[in-house]
């Protein structure tokens, strides 16, 4: 099983700032099957990013994904309000699906 | 739009069963894979299950294998959880998602329904 370690587990920023996430595995994971979520408190996940570095639909253009092999990393440029949330990431390959621990976004 | 809208979480016992509802809409369901997501209180998110789009295969998180069953009901659109011998430790919120495509991220997720374990 491949473990999915997530840096840091609370990131404090400011609105305006740049916020970047780590997502650690612990062997290799195809580029093609990592995503990131965001999560709000009391909302289901979201999509954000797919195959490592693909937005999905609607999600804007702050936020990018990045990365190979054991290391990936969610970019967003410009903290907005509303992306203070806990981001996760995910593995998809061989059949079986892990969660990262997850990094929670907070207003410093 | 995609709608997904899960039912049949409650309290039980532990060693009792449950059974999850999962009903889709706004695209073809029988076109793609289906997942069990679970978070714990205050905790992180644990994939549980998944079913191919035909309902052929199925794979399960060691931590339910034996215990609980995925599948679906095509023509009616809508996926299952199956939940026997259950543990105060399967006490979560239970989300269903769809698959973007096969072997895919979850474009989709369902706002979740609560299963609490406890006697």
């Known amino acids: 099983e491949i473990v999915l370690t997530q840096s840091p587990g609370t990131l404090s920023l400011s609105p305006g700032e740049r916020a970047t996430l780590s997502c650690r595995a612990s062997q ?25 570095s693909s937005r999905a639909t609607g999600i804007p253009d702050r936020f990018s994904g990045s990365g190979s092999g054991t290391d990936f990393t969610l ?9 203070f949330a806990v981001y996760y990431c995910q593995q998809y390959g061989n059949s079986l699906y ?5 990094t929670r976004l907070e207003i410093k | 739009q995609v709608q997904l809208v899960e039912s049949g979480g409650g309290v ?16 073809t369901f029988s076109n793609y894979g289906m997942h069990w997501v679970r978070q714990a209180p205050g905790k992180g998110l644990e994939w549980v299950a998944a079913t191919s789009y035909d309902g052929r295969s199925y794979n399960y998180a060691d931590s339910v294998k034996g215990r609980f069953t995925i599948s679906r009901d095509n023509p009616k659109n809508t996926l299952f959880l199956q939940m026997n011998s259950l543990r105060a430790e399967d006490s979560a919120i ?7 495509g096969v072997y895919d991220a979850f474009d989709a997720w369902g706002q979740g329904t609560m299963v609490i374990v406890s006697s």
């Open chain 1, 75 to 83: 970019t967003i440029s410009r903290l907005e309000p509303e992306d």
């Open chain 2, 12 to 27: 039980v016992q532990p060693g009792g069963c449950l059974r999850l509802s999962c009903e889709a809409s706004g695209f």
């Open chain 1, 98 to 102: 892990t969660f990262g621990q997850g």
């Open chain 1, 28 to 52: 290799s994971v195809s580029s093609s099957y990592l995503a990131w979520y965001q999560q709000k408190s009391g909302q289901a996940p979201r999509l954000l990013i797919y195959g490592a």
């Open chain 2, 94 to 100: 239970y989300y269903c998602a769809k698959e973007r």
